[in-house]
């Protein structure tokens, strides 16, 4: 049996019995409900003096949240803070305790991004970021190999980029994110592009990362995410500049 | 008539437009360097040199050829573009006999130079008696000018059809994955060629002349620093087009795990590689002298560069204040090296980058920077 922390949570593995009396192995994180996967303190973001955003305080469990905001809002501007990929006033930790300031490797080793739009130069190939990816983050949860698989990724992934349609880049983009072994990954609108048939795979990623890898996810749409696809922790909405948990 | 206007336009025009550069630097080696009045002797002694002796003659095939690949390379290129899909329709829809003879008249337009080039030679050669060069002159003209018109044609037939550079391309890119560092070496070559062409030509042809000025004179390092700074200045603007670049495509390399050393140290190789030919120079030139003054001139060169990338961590500073400040630094350097304080004008200029880096990169933000 595996050790498991009340306040952090843990590996749960052993041998279970089925109804018909088949002996197999499991091997389940736990993470305790208490855990504050990401604290956002003190969040200001400016331009040229103006506020875009502002988190007072805001602590979300191990979940999935789904964060809401018309166009415009500053969701991807929230999403690029919490990626560390812009300076902001304030911090962000995640489990309590990695600060993106104070880390900012570690931080960025627990902390996965996919953006919107995703752009890269012309000239590289899937599998030159792939090898980028997996070379800064390390071994995955799971053989990348076969994730890419499923996406149908391997059939292009030694093309330039510059060849790719708009859905091959997001689908490898989505893929980059979950190389390594990130605590929390962020999704901005993730289903723009896709076609109908990686939808499905892409929600069960998130489910299978998030109760077999203890993997939180913040992910930004326009679409209906829930409708029994998904089993959202909760909603955060950015209502007047401010990002709160509803 | 009017298709072949057209077909010169899209083709001819573009070309000789597009390389501009490397037409002026061959007319400038072939008329600029000798007198006037010695013009036509050299020219002929050129062509007799080439028309009497087999490894000469053999070299200027070997260059031609090269050319002709070049032209192809341009004609299959356009074809391959986007904008020029029509041309499938149009002249692809044309008898075969005009459509040979509108690609014939192409790509004679485009390999004019050698043509005429290599027909004055054929000339010459048959004036002097060495009809087996003008034999050979003549077929290989006719050879280039044939598998030029067959390779188009097939093109035209076969539209998406995977060229032996894509099938090399593809081999390239299954075989060896670029390293972060080569990145924007790999944007220089692909997307800014010309840019990185001036860049390097212009820097070479400054430590060629610093050299060529030394003849003579006893070796003096100050002299070299001093050739080396004004080609390390004449890189400036590439550097500043680095940052736009890593703006508009790298923005997702800062989500990822690197320390701030690694990176650091990244941007050093960046320029360690795009100095190569210069540093290729100075070894051939300072190592007879001093062991290791090329290795003080490789670290100044790996230390001013990221100096002025690193300036432009300060998102407000803009073309016009970056080469203030760029020339300021040059003025600073030039002095400190003509005063013998070459190795702490080094040690300071690293620091100052490596400290403006640490202190900057996260702070950073692109001035253009869309809020959503």
Same mark, same amino acid.
């Given at each position: ?22 002996? $197999? ?26 506020? *875009? ?32 990929? +812009? ?19 570690? /931080? ?84 723009? !592009? ?53 | 008539?009017?298709? +072949? ?24 080696? &072939? ?25 000469? &003659? ?57 043509? *005429? ?13 060495? /009809? ?12 280039? $000018? ?16 995977? !060229? ?34 001036? !860049? ?72 360690? $590689? ?12 300072? &190592? ?40 300021? *630094? ?12 070459? +190795? ?13 880096? *640490?202190?900057?990169?996260?702070? /950073? ?8």
């Amino acid at each position: 049996m595996g050790t498991i922390s009340e306040t952090a949570g843990g590996i749960e593995e052993g041998l279970c019995t089925s109804t018909l009396g088949i002996k $197999c192995a499991f091997n389940v994180k736990f993470i305790s409900p208490y855990l504050r996967m990401i604290t956002l303190h003190q969040i200001q973001k400016k331009y040229y003096d103006s506020l *875009i955003i502002s988190v007072p305080k805001l602590e979300l469990p191990h979940g999935i949240y789904w964060m809401q905001g018309g166009n415009g809002a500053g969701k991807t501007t929230c999403l690029k803070i919490i990626a560390g990929l +812009i300076p902001f006033e304030g911090d962000v930790l995640v489990k309590s305790t990695i600060s993106s300031k104070r880390q900012p490797v570690q /931080y960025r080793q627990m902390v996965s991004y996919a953006e919107a739009e995703p752009l890269y130069p012309a000239f590289l190939t899937g599998r030159d970021l792939l090898q980028l990816h997996t070379g800064a983050r390390g071994e995955g949860y799971e053989s990348i190999t076969e994730l890419s698989a499923l996406l149908g990724i391997p059939a292009f992934i030694h093309n330039p980029v510059s060849s790719y349609s708009s859905g091959m880049l997001k689908k490898l983009s989505l893929l980059l994110a979950f190389t390594g072994r990130p605590a929390l990954i962020l999704l901005d609108e993730p289903l723009i !592009t896709l076609d109908t048939a990686t939808i499905p795979i892409l929600y069960d990623w998130i489910r299978r990362f998030h109760t077999q890898h203890g993997v939180s996810f913040v992910i930004t749409s326009h679409q209906l995410i829930t409708a029994g696809e998904l089993q959202l922790t909760a909603t955060l909405v950015i209502d007047n500049k401010e990002l709160k948990k509803v | 008539m009017a298709v +072949i206007n057209i077909l010169g336009k899209i083709f001819t025009g573009r070309f000789y437009a597009q390389n501009t550069g490397f037409f002026f630097l061959l007319f400038y080696l &072939l008329f600029g360097i000798v007198p006037g009045g010695q013009l036509i002797s050299y020219h002929y002694s050129l062509m007799m040199g080439i028309v009497s002796t087999t490894n000469f &003659l053999l070299l200027a095939i070997g260059l031609w050829l090269l050319y002709n690949l070049k032209c192809m390379w341009f004609v299959l290129g356009t074809l391959g573009n986007k904008e020029y899909s029509f041309l499938y329709q149009t002249i692809g829809s044309m008898p075969a006999r005009r459509m040979q003879t509108n690609w014939l008249l192409v790509h004679i337009g485009v390999y004019a130079p050698v043509l *005429i080039y290599s027909s004055i030679a054929a000339v010459v050669a048959v004036r002097k008696a060495y /009809y087996a060069p003008a034999v050979i002159l003549l077929c290989f003209n006719v050879i280039m $000018c044939v598998w030029a018109v067959w390779i188009y044609n097939r093109q035209l037939k076969r539209p998406g059809a995977i !060229t032996l550079y894509h099938r090399l391309q593809q081999w390239l890119n299954r075989s060896f994955y670029k390293p972060l560092p080569l990145y924007y070496v790999y944007e220089l070559a692909t997307n800014r060629t010309r840019a990185l062409l001036v !860049t390097k030509v212009l820097s070479c042809l400054v430590l060629v002349a610093t050299f060529t000025l030394m003849e003579g004179d006893p070796y003096d390092i100050r002299a070299v620093l001093t050739g080396l700074l004004i080609s390390l200045l004449l890189h400036c603007i590439v550097v500043f087009e680095h940052r736009h670049f890593e703006d508009q495509f790298l923005g997702f390399t800062r989500s990822l795990p690197l320390s701030l050393w690694k990176r650091y140290s990244a941007l050093c190789i960046t320029y360690g $590689c795009l100095l190569l030919p210069e540093f290729g120079l100075l070894i051939i030139h300072t &190592l007879p002298h001093s062991p290791w003054h090329w290795l003080l001139m490789i670290a100044l060169a790996i230390s001013l560069l990221p100096l002025f990338r690193c300036l432009l961590y300060f998102p407000r500073l803009d073309q016009d204040k970056y080469l203030r400040w760029v020339l300021g *630094i040059f003025c600073v350097l030039l002095f400190m090296t003509l005063g013998y304080l070459y +190795i702490g004008a080094i040690i300071a200029t690293q620091a100052a980058a490596f400290i403006l880096f *640490i202190t900057r990169y996260y702070r /950073y933000e692109p001035h253009y920077e869309q809020v959503q």
